[in-house]
């Protein structure tokens, strides 16, 4: 008998390159409510300082964020990670989180209550605008994205208080609310023979309204918000008041009284600084604005008020 002897064949397996082209990815989410970012994270109270408060960030990342349909104005592109993580001890009212970089930005924020923010060009030029009025405290995960897919643009985001700082174009078209109860940087009663004298306050100039637009009265320049910067409540009347703000930079004066004369100044106390001066000045509201003379400016300073006539 023969045996045949059948020897297993050998077959080699070669690897497979498998060449994957990089391209934006669809189908992950953004990451919300944990502790990572790529750029830090802070806590903020209200009235913080300095403000705007500010952190470097880079933008961008492989995540495609219109596929994700979170809210409207949702553009470029992100990591899975925020990109900055701030949290707010307690709510306040106005909160304004921007970025100003070297190229097409976005933001995308997203807010204690699960609410999408976004925005692509509301700062100024290509730059993004988030704002919050109320703002409710809790976690907010902001990312920074890319409008073009591949760009990682290095920029600096701001948190900030001040509507003053939001920026954006200027309009002739808003106006001045007087009487209300809403200011920037506070409100205070003053009685006949306060102390100390000067009352002084801090504040930032400037806002997006043309105030020499508005017709108002003569010398009303610059630029402003809608809301006064600061109100003063006089409980009685004064023999003479005198309101003075001296800054950074050129700054103007506009004030609304309690009968709704409207009084302004550019350059009357020292250099660029305004005063205004009101003898047998009423009791009663003051609605008080510091005008930035330039479009975009946001000078701070020291707001003043006094009974002492200045020599």
């Known amino acids: 008998m023969t045996l045949t002897t059948r020897r297993p064949s050998l077959r080699w397996t070669l690897p497979i390159a498998v060449l994957v082209a990089a391209s934006p990815i669809h189908a992950q989410t953004l990451n919300i409510g944990g502790s990572s970012s790529n750029f830090g994270r802070t806590s903020l109270s209200p009235g913080f300082t300095p403000d705007p408060f500010r952190v470097s960030v880079v933008s961008g990342g492989a995540l495609n964020v219109p596929t994700l349909n979170l809210a409207s104005g949702c553009v470029g592109y992100a990591t899975s990670d925020p990109d900055y993580i701030l949290d707010l001890t307690s709510s306040t009212s106005f909160l304004a989180i921007y970025n100003e970089g070297e190229g097409d930005t976005g933001l995308v924020v997203n807010a204690p209550d699960g609410a999408w923010h976004c925005d692509d060009d509301s700062h100024s030029g290509t730059n993004p605008l988030v704002s919050f009025s109320n703002a409710p405290s809790g976690q907010y995960d902001i990312w920074v994205t890319s409008y073009s897919v591949g760009d990682n643009i290095s920029g600096t985001l701001h948190v900030t208080e001040l509507s003053s700082l939001a920026g954006?174009?200027?309009?002739?078209?808003?106006?001045?609310?007087?009487?209300?109860?809403?200011?920037?940087?506070?409100?205070?009663?003053?009685?006949?023979?306060?102390?100390?004298?000067?009352?002084?306050?801090?504040?930032?100039?400037?806002?997006?309204?043309?105030?020499?637009?508005?017709?108002?009265?003569?010398?009303?320049?610059?630029?402003?918000t809608s809301d006064p910067d600061y109100i003063i409540d006089l409980s009685g009347v004064m023999a003479y008041l005198e309101i003075y703000n001296e800054g950074e930079g050129d700054t103007g004066l506009v004030i609304n009284d309690p009968n709704g004369n409207w009084y302004c100044d550019d350059d009357s106390h020292t250099g660029t600084d305004p005063k205004i001066s009101l003898n047998k000045a009423s009791a009663g509201q003051y609605d008080i604005w510091v005008t930035s003379y330039s479009s975009g400016d946001s000078l701070r300073g020291t707001l003043s008020v006094t009974e002492i006539r200045m020599p």
């Open 168 to 224: 954006g174009s200027t309009s002739s078209t808003g106006t001045l609310s007087i009487g209300g109860s809403t200011s920037n940087f506070g409100r205070t009663s003053l009685s006949p023979g306060f102390t100390p004298d000067p009352f002084q306050v801090s504040i930032v100039s400037g806002g997006n309204l043309n105030v020499a637009a508005m017709n108002l009265a003569s010398g009303c320049v610059g630029y402003a």
